[in-house]
């Protein structure tokens, strides 16, 4: 029994000690794994290489590090400049990513604070000798927290028989690309004349057949090409996704050459073409898609669809300062510019397309500042926004919240001809909603058509809108709104108030198409007419039809002017100060029932109503609910105008909200 005991006793002994044995080896081994990390290090050659407890091998050479890498490793890379320049299959750059890893700088040495690229920068500068960096195919690579500089893709190819540069920066090749708190400055993608036969994309950075994640990160001072075609000054995607956030693109260049050329560029700031994606709250200034040349489209942003369906969104971004062409080319030439601040386009139709291409476009809560289509002696269309389309289906548009302001169409002061100094809509279909457009100006010589919108075909509804002090410098437009190639507009609760226009044109004019005006407020504009229907062109058969409900016609030698062929027909107005309320040819067709004469008595700002106005309550019965600040109308007694006036806020029914 005694020995049973003992075997008893000496086998828990043993096992306890293989316990305490198992858990001291466990807690080595945890210890051992925290110490032995997976992330790879890199310092600048002659710093103190380690050991580092955060990292598991430290390296002088970002490259070295990639290719010791195995796809998801993190590489950490120490404040400094790192200029080794390596060629991988027939490339040059910084680093070859032929793995899904995720570069990030802004360490110090011994990697053990919080990275902080601002206050420890690091660079990666080729030196002109070849790109930053090139992300190969299939690949999904993260980079965080870097300097992106002197990238030169001259003659590294991109696309396939293309001989120019794609990504002067970074280039990604059907891969995925997701960046943040970086900066790309001072990168070309292509610097060789090449006769006007080619050209580079995407200065700073180029995605082909791949998706693009940009997050609060500086694009700046990068050019597509010296010469020729250059698209995408800081950015260009082809047949691509991208989601652009928070980000600042500032001072980039489609083409920039270095004497009078006939060159051509899109998009000084960002290009995508056949492509699907997002710019939110971006600043996007500065920027120029052609400095001299013979065409530029779009200063800031540049947008083209060919085949299939594309779909572009943009939210909170601020547009100003871009320019499509800053200085003519080839002096004598006749040269063209479209889309100051931003150019979308569907081209001519493709000869068999899958399926029909269209664009769902929502542009919401923008502003557009002081954009520029030329400073040239060019004819230049749409000094905010270019918008056009050659297929059948219209481009399918939601333009809301958005402020217009102090955009040129032309901005040449001896003989630069402009169209559409706010925005140009061809094409399209969809509403405009809450929308501001203020001391826009089609051109400062020259022919001068649209200060504020031009409409070119398309069938579009805008609601609330607000037109105010449009082309007051420069040449007085034929119009603030002009409507054209038989475009269908219905324009409700628009203000249009204080506009210049030329003395034999008006603030709305309706050259070919049908405008129906609800509850408009139309008051102080210069020029002969209020509202113009007619052609200066009599060798063109063209006919307007204009339609006005419940109109407030405010200050106006003559109020309405129809030419022969184009058609009024008016159902409630009221007239103020207007010493002709209409005037028309013989063979016009005009007819206006329920006009009066009354005083509306606006408030300061011009167009809302005060309490004892004659415009109050005076109106024809309506289906319209709501007024230009969304607050309720009367169905029976709605007021002349786009105001009502409440004397106390209302909890209204929600048929009139």
Same mark, same amino acid.
Not at 50 to 76: E, M, N
Not at 434 to 450: C, Q
Not at 539 to 566: C, F, K, M, Y
């Given at each position: 029994?005694?020995?049973?005991?003992?075997?008893?006793?000496?086998?828990?002994?043993?096992?306890?000690?293989?316990?305490?044995?198992?858990?001291?080896?466990?807690?080595?081994?945890?210890?051992?794994?925290?110490?032995?990390?997976?992330?790879?290090?890199?310092?600048?050659?002659? !710093?103190?290489?380690?050991?580092?407890?955060?990292?598991?091998?430290?390296?002088?050479?970002?490259?070295?590090?990639?290719?010791?890498?195995?796809?998801?490793?993190?590489?950490?890379?120490?404040?400094?400049?790192?200029?080794?320049?390596?060629?991988?299959?027939?490339?040059?750059?910084?680093?070859?990513?032929?793995?899904?890893?995720?570069?990030?700088?802004?360490?110090?040495?011994?990697?053990?604070?919080?990275?902080?690229?601002?206050?420890?920068?690091?660079?990666?500068?080729?030196?002109?000798?070849?790109?930053?960096?090139?992300?190969?195919?299939?690949?999904?690579?993260?980079?965080?927290?870097?300097?992106?500089?002197?990238?030169?893709?001259?003659?590294?190819?991109?696309?396939?028989?293309?001989?120019?540069?794609?990504?002067?920066?970074?280039?990604?090749?059907?891969?995925?690309?997701? *960046?943040?708190?970086?900066?790309?400055?001072?990168?070309?993608?292509?610097?060789? =004349?090449?006769?006007?036969?080619?050209?580079?994309?995407?200065?700073?950075?180029?995605?082909?057949?791949?998706?693009?994640?940009?997050?609060?990160?500086?694009?700046?001072?990068?050019?597509?090409?010296?010469?020729?075609?250059?698209?995408?000054?800081?950015?260009?995607?082809?047949?691509?996704?991208?989601?652009?956030?928070?980000?600042?693109?500032?001072?980039?260049?489609?083409?920039?050459?270095?004497?009078?050329?006939?060159?051509?560029?899109?998009?000084?700031?960002?290009?995508?073409?056949?492509?699907?994606?997002?710019?939110?709250?971006?600043?996007?200034?500065?920027?120029?898609?052609?400095?001299?040349?013979?065409?530029?489209?779009?200063?800031?942003?540049?947008?083209?669809?060919?085949?299939?369906?594309?779909?572009?969104?943009?939210?909170?971004?601020?547009?100003?300062?871009?320019?499509?062409?800053?200085?003519?080319?080839?002096?004598?030439?006749?040269?063209?510019?479209?889309?100051?601040?931003?150019?979308?386009?569907?081209?001519?139709?493709?000869?068999?397309?899958?399926?029909?291409?269209?664009?769902?476009?929502?542009?919401?809560?923008?502003?557009?500042? =002081?954009?520029?289509?030329?400073?040239?002696?060019?004819?230049?269309? $749409?000094? $905010?926004?270019?918008?056009?389309?050659?297929?059948?289906?219209?481009?399918?548009?939601?333009?809301? /919240?958005?402020?217009?302001?102090?955009?040129?169409?032309?901005?040449?002061?001896?003989?630069? /001809?402009?169209?559409?100094?706010?925005?140009?809509?061809?094409?399209?279909?969809?509403?405009?909603?809450?929308?501001?457009?203020?001391? +826009?100006?089609?051109?400062?010589?020259?022919?001068?058509?649209?200060?504020?919108?031009?409409?070119?075909?398309?069938?579009?509804?805008?609601?609330?809108?607000?037109?105010?002090?449009?082309?007051?410098?420069?040449?007085?437009?034929?119009?603030?709104?002009?409507?054209?190639?038989?475009?269908?507009?219905?324009?409700?609760?628009?203000?249009?108030?204080? +506009?210049?226009?030329?003395?034999?044109?008006?603030?709305?004019?309706?050259?070919?198409?049908? &405008?129906?005006?609800?509850?408009?407020?139309?008051?102080?504009?210069? $020029?002969?007419?209020?509202?113009?229907?007619?052609?200066?062109?009599?060798?063109?058969?063209?006919?307007?039809?204009?339609?006005?409900?419940?109109?407030? &016609?405010?200050?106006?030698?003559?109020?309405?002017?129809?030419?022969?062929?184009?058609? &009024?027909?008016?159902?409630?107005?009221?007239?103020?100060?207007?010493?002709?309320?209409?005037?028309?040819?013989? &063979?016009?067709?005009?007819?206006?029932?329920? !006009?009066?004469? $009354?005083?509306?008595?606006?408030?300061?700002?011009?167009?809302?109503?005060?309490?004892?106005?004659?415009?109050?309550?005076?109106?024809?019965?309506?289906?319209?609910?709501?007024?230009?600040?969304?607050?309720?109308?009367?169905?029976?007694?709605?007021?002349?105008?786009?105001?009502?006036?409440?004397?106390?806020?209302?909890?209204?029914? *929600?048929?009139?909200?």
């Amino acid at each position: 029994m005694w020995s049973s005991f003992v075997k008893l006793l000496v086998s828990v002994i043993i096992g306890f000690t293989v316990l305490i044995t198992m858990m001291f080896a466990l807690q080595q081994t945890q210890q051992i794994g925290h110490a032995g990390s997976d992330t790879l290090c890199v310092v600048p050659a002659g !710093a103190a290489t380690g050991p580092f407890a955060p990292c598991h091998l430290v390296f002088t050479s970002v490259q070295d590090a990639v290719d010791t890498a195995v796809s998801g490793q993190q590489i950490w890379i120490a404040t400094g400049v790192y200029t080794d320049v390596h060629t991988r299959n027939f490339v040059s750059q910084v680093i070859y990513l032929d793995k899904s890893v995720t570069l990030q700088g802004g360490f110090t040495i011994p990697f053990e604070d919080t990275p902080d690229p601002e206050s420890n920068p690091t660079t990666l500068d080729a030196e002109g000798n070849g790109r930053v960096l090139y992300v190969a195919e299939g690949q999904d690579v993260t980079v965080i927290g870097l300097n992106l500089i002197n990238g030169d893709a001259t003659n590294l190819g991109g696309k396939e028989n293309a001989p120019n540069g794609w990504g002067g920066g970074v280039f990604a090749l059907s891969a995925t690309l997701s *960046i943040s708190q970086v900066t790309v400055t001072d990168n070309i993608a292509d610097g060789q =004349d090449r006769d006007g036969t080619d050209g580079g994309f995407g200065g700073g950075i180029a995605v082909r057949n791949g998706t693009l994640y940009l997050y609060d990160s500086t694009i700046r001072d990068n050019l597509a090409a010296q010469y020729d075609l250059g698209i995408g000054g800081g950015i260009a995607l082809e047949n691509s996704d991208f989601h652009i956030e928070n980000n600042v693109i500032v001072s980039n260049t489609a083409v920039m050459t270095d004497s009078y050329q006939s060159a051509y560029g899109f998009g000084g700031g960002v290009s995508a073409s056949k492509s699907n994606g997002s710019l939110i709250n971006n600043q996007i200034g500065w920027n120029t898609a052609v400095q001299f040349g013979l065409g530029g489209n779009g200063g800031g942003f540049y947008f083209e669809n060919e085949t299939y369906t594309h779909t572009i969104t943009m939210l909170n971004n601020n547009i100003f300062n871009n320019t499509a062409l800053q200085n003519l080319g080839v002096i004598g030439s006749s040269g063209y510019a479209n889309g100051g601040g931003v150019f979308i386009y569907n081209p001519y139709d493709h000869p068999n397309p899958p399926v029909q291409p269209t664009i769902t476009v929502t542009i919401h809560s923008n502003v557009f500042r =002081d954009n520029t289509g030329s400073f040239a002696e060019a004819f230049s269309i $749409g000094g $905010g926004i270019f918008m056009a389309n050659h297929h059948e289906n219209f481009i399918k548009l939601s333009f809301q /919240d958005n402020l217009l302001e102090s955009n040129f169409a032309n901005r040449n002061p001896e003989d630069g /001809d402009g169209l559409g100094g706010g925005a140009v809509f061809g094409a399209a279909e969809g509403v405009l909603e809450n929308n501001v457009y203020i001391s +826009n100006t089609a051109a400062i010589s020259g022919d001068s058509i649209g200060s504020a919108l031009f409409f070119a075909s398309g069938n579009l509804h805008s609601v609330n809108e607000v037109i105010k002090g449009n082309n007051w410098q420069g040449t007085a437009p034929k119009g603030t709104i002009v409507v054209d190639e038989r475009a269908t507009v219905i324009m409700t609760n628009t203000v249009l108030i204080d +506009n210049n226009n030329a003395e034999d044109s008006a603030a709305i004019w309706a050259f070919n198409g049908d &405008l129906h005006l609800v509850h408009p407020t139309i008051a102080r504009n210069a $020029g002969s007419f209020a509202i113009y229907a007619g052609s200066p062109y009599t060798s063109i058969p063209v006919s307007s039809t204009v339609a006005i409900t419940n109109g407030l &016609l405010v200050s106006q030698a003559i109020g309405i002017r129809i030419e022969d062929n184009h058609s &009024l027909f008016v159902n409630g107005i009221m007239w103020h100060e207007v010493d002709t309320a209409v005037s028309q040819t013989p &063979l016009a067709d005009v007819t206006v029932q329920n !006009a009066v004469v $009354g005083n509306p008595l606006f408030a300061p700002d011009g167009y809302h109503l005060k309490a004892n106005s004659e415009a109050r309550f005076a109106g024809m019965p309506t289906t319209l609910g709501f007024d230009v600040d969304g607050e309720g109308r009367l169905f029976n007694h709605p007021s002349f105008g786009a105001d009502e006036y409440w004397e106390q806020h209302l909890y209204l029914p *929600i048929v009139f909200k």
